[in-house]
C-alpha cells in the first residue's frame, strides 16, 4: 500500500493561485473517480475540501478546486489567503484489496 | 449537532491491547460507512479500517491480523481493538465517516492519542 505522492512543500503569496498534485498510480488515482482532498490546521482534525476529484462540499469556498489527468490529481487553491497555510493530504480509494490510500501530504506556506 | 468524539487512547507497552471508542451524535453509524484514519507524530494521514453500513469490515495490510473494527448499534459507538501493539502503531487515531462510500470523509472526531512504548 504505497502512499500517493505528494510535493513536500508548495508555497505563494496572498492573492495568487498554487497548485498541488498527487500523483498515484493506474490501480487507483488512474483507474477511480474517488479522489478527495483534505485540509489540516496544525493540532486539528483533517477537513474535506474536495472530493470525487472536483466537488466541493457545502460551506467551502470556491476558491478550492480539483482535477484529475490520468494517474494524477491536483488541487488548486486561487487567491490564496493567510487562512490557507495548512498542510493538504490527497486521498484516493485503491481497490477492493487495497481500499485506502493517502498522500504524504502537503505543507502550503502562504508568504 | 452532528460530531465524533473518541476516547480510549494513552500509554501501552509494547505487545499490550488497547480499545478506542468513537461516539456519535447526530447520525447513525450503522447507516454509514465509518474508518479509522492515524497520523504518527510529524507524519501524514494514513487509513487503517473501515466497517461499511452492511457489516463487512476492511484493512490496511499494517494492522490486518491485529485491529478489530466493529460497532454498537445501541450505543451509536465504533470501536478499535488494537492487539499486538508495536512502536511503530504510535499516532493520534482519528475516527470518520464516509457516508456515501466516496471516500470522502465528511465528519471527524478530535483524535485519540495511542503511545507504544516500554
Known amino acids: 500500500q504505497s502512499a500517493l505522492t505528494q510535493p513536500a512543500s508548495v508555497s505563494g503569496s496572498p492573492g495568487q493561485s498554487i497548485t498541488i498534485s498527487c500523483t498515484g498510480t493506474?490501480?487507483?488515482?488512474?483507474?477511480?473517480?474517488?479522489v478527495s482532498w483534505y485540509q489540516q490546521h496544525p493540532g486539528k482534525a483533517p477537513k474535506l475540501m474536495i472530493y470525487?476529484?472536483?466537488k466541493r462540499p457545502s460551506g467551502v469556498s470556491n476558491r478550492f478546486s480539483g482535477s484529475k489527468s490520468g494517474n494524477t490529481a491536483s488541487l488548486t487553491i486561487s487567491g490564496l489567503q493567510a487562512e490557507d497555510e495548512a498542510d493538504y493530504y490527497c486521498?484516493?480509494?485503491?481497490?477492493?484489496?487495497?481500499?485506502?490510500?493517502f498522500g504524504g501530504g502537503t505543507k502550503l506556506t502562504v508568504l | 449537532e452532528v460530531q465524533l468524539v473518541e476516547s480510549g487512547g494513552g500509554l501501552i507497552q509494547p505487545g499490550g491491547s488497547l480499545r478506542l471508542s468513537c461516539a456519535a451524535s447526530?447520525?447513525?453509524?450503522?447507516?454509514?460507512?465509518m474508518s479509522w484514519v492515524r497520523q504518527a507524530p510529524g507524519k501524514g494521514l494514513e487509513w487503517v479500517s473501515v466497517?461499511?453500513?452492511?457489516?463487512?469490515?476492511y484493512y490496511a495490510d499494517s494492522v490486518k491480523g491485529r485491529f478489530t473494527i466493529s460497532r454498537d448499534n445501541s450505543k451509536n459507538t465504533l470501536y478499535l481493538q488494537m492487539n499486538s501493539l508495536r512502536a511503530e502503531d504510535t499516532a493520534v487515531y482519528y475516527c470518520?465517516?464516509?457516508?456515501?462510500?466516496?471516500?470522502?470523509?465528511?465528519?471527524w472526531g478530535q483524535g485519540t492519542m495511542v503511545t507504544v512504548s516500554s
Open positions: 493506474s490501480s487507483d488515482v488512474g483507474s477511480y473517480n474517488l
Open positions: 447526530g447520525f447513525t453509524v450503522s447507516s454509514n460507512y
Open positions: 466497517i461499511y453500513s452492511g457489516g463487512s469490515t
Open positions: 470518520a465517516r464516509d457516508s456515501e462510500l466516496l471516500w470522502a470523509f465528511d465528519i
Open positions: 470525487e476529484v472536483s
Open positions: 486521498c484516493s480509494y485503491a481497490g477492493s484489496s487495497t481500499l485506502g490510500v
